[in-house]
């Protein structure tokens, strides 16, 4: 996912592997693995940061925010700002169960309409 996302990303922009590593500071052989999901990737903000430099996407732009929540993801961390949300992680475990098949119940979809709304 995060992987197949950079090189897709860095191919649209014209940057070869040896020279997107090269602005990174990065073994182009370990970097392959990271966009091939052999590797997970980077989890330090610092290198996240670099990368979308790199990638000349701007933050806190949909693009940026992307990169920063396939990243998590692919490491298996939910994204911090999801994390500081008590009412979004108080429905997580609904979420995880709906995305599993599983039904939620009545009173947890009425919950969830509620917090659409905004109204809990």
Known sequence: MFG?????????????LREFCRRLSKDASNWSKVERGVLAPPQDIEKLNQITKVLTIEKDSELYNELMDKASI???????????????????????????????????????IRKIRGDG
């Open 74 to 112: 692919d490491a298996g961390i939910i994204p911090k700002d999801i994390l500081s949300d008590q009412k979004i992680l108080n429905a997580l475990p609904m979420f995880f169960r709906t995305v599993r098949s599983e039904k939620p119940t009545q009173e947890e979809l009425e919950n969830l």
């Open 4 to 16: 197949e996302f950079i090189k897709s990303l860095r191919i649209e922009r014209n940057i070869g």
